[in-house]
């Protein structure tokens, strides 16, 4: 569905992404992992066609562009202007009103969407909030509700799972694991190296490359992250939460 072949990223002569190539298939929940500056966000801002790249991005045989819609996006935290004075439902509805046109209000579908992505989300209660006046937690199911109301078909989640809790992130694993099941693709930064990878068919570790490729299983292990984190391996392991990868 989605294959970047080659692909390289410069900023100002520095090279962030080197060679990258990947495909991801309808119906992958699949984890991009590495440490911190390995260029995961380079990635997927390069897949939306946020910067220049060398190489090839395709999605289902053509470029991006005229099928920007079936891509959607939920940026890293420190990406969002959380003081924007918006409602949650309006961030919602950001999705549908790019669909309508600009000027157009709403309509009955456009609305359901809406409602039915805060529902999905367990945030419906709480759809006349500021965004931030929400926890962290609520603010990230938020946006992921703003995917959802787009029903795209490929789905890029940077480091959706940073600063929230328990519940949140309990819904969020039951969504990804829905969405793959009906031939959704995902594609998640996490920056969690716990637990929760293994419920991901497959995991890819970047540094600057990809170091592995392969299911959870034979990317987690020992030989991966030394090869990832070089030097700050035992700073890396030696935290107490074990989280030794950031986006
Ligand atoms: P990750 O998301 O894995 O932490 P990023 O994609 O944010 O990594 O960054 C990859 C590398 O590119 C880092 O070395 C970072 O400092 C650099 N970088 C990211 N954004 C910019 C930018 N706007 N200008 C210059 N360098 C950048
Ligand atoms: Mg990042």
Redesign the pocket.
């Known amino acids: 569905m989605l294959a970047v072949h080659n692909l390289s990223v410069n ?2 002569g ?1 090279e ?1 992404l080197t060679s990258v190539s990947l495909t991801l298939n309808p119906g992958e929940w699949v984890g991009l992992i ?1 440490p ?7 990635l997927v801002k390069a897949i939306l066609g946020l910067m220049p790249y060398k190489g090839q991005i395709l999605l289902n045989g053509t470029t991006l562009k005229r099928q920007r819609r079936q891509v959607a996006y939920v940026p890293q935290r420190s990406q969002i202007d959380w003081d924007y004075p918006i409602t949650a439902w309006n961030v919602v509805m950001m999705a549908q009103t790019a669909a309508l046109g600009i000027g157009r209000s709403p309509n009955a579908k456009a609305k359901r969407l809406v409602s039915d992505a805060l529902d999905r989300v367990e945030m419906l209660p709480l759809r006349h909030r500021q965004i931030g006046q929400l926890s962290g937690g609520q603010q990230q199911r938020i946006f992921l509700a703003r995917a959802l109301a787009q029903q795209p078909n490929l789905f890029l989640l940077d480091e959706p799972f940073s600063g929230i809790d328990k519940k949140t992130e309990a819904i969020m694993l039951s969504i990804f694991a829905d969405l793959s099941e009906q031939g959704k693709t995902l594609l998640v930064c996490s920056h969690e190296w716990g637990e929760a990878l293994n419920r991901y068919h497959r995991l890819l570790l970047l540094n600057r490359r990809v170091l592995a490729n392969d299911t959870p299983q034979a990317v987690m292990t020992m030989e991966n992250i030394q090869q990832a984190y070089g030097a700050n391996i035992s700073a890396a392991l030696h935290n107490q939460n074990v989280i030794p990868f950031a ?1």
């Open positions: 900023y100002r520095i962030a590495g911190n500056g390995a260029g995961k966000s380079t986006c």
